[in-house]
């Protein structure tokens, strides 16, 4: 009756510890502390693009395709796609594009590239950003495939963030 009593307990113990970290939605690593994960948290989540300046526009994109096997869509750009660790179900989708040299795409800034970060809650990234005094070049767009805004950071590049759909 104490082995039942035991097993009955310890089942239990394991199952409440089990729901209440599906309910907190919490990690425990190794006597560690725990590591809260919030999908509302306005953070980038990974990088989306990276874009940047060619010479020649033709020739890049020919030379990339050639060598390296990129293969160019409808829109100049290429598609990665992988998938969310996190997540498994879901597909993400990394762009690559080279633009004409001296596109005002990437304008303000004057480099040379343009990096595009996906993030999560980007109306709540965007009140943190204007709370922390970072320039924000337009107001949020909305699309088909996702929300886009615009920012600056603190060496003059212009910077992409996309909240996917």
Known sequence: MKIVTMILLL???LLSCSSSDKINNTIKTNNQMEIIMNDTIPKVTGVGGI???SDNLK???EWYTKNLGIEINDWG???FESRNINKPDEINSLQWKPFKKGDEYFSPSK???MINYTVQNIEGLVNKLKENGVTILDSISSYDYGKFVHIM???GNKIELWEPK
């Open 11 to 13: 089942s239990f113990l």
């Open 51 to 53: 874009f940047f300046y």
């Open 59 to 61: 020739e890049s994109k």
């Open 77 to 79: 750009s290429s598609s």
């Open 111 to 113: 480099k040379d590239f």
């Open 153 to 155: 950071d603190a060496e």
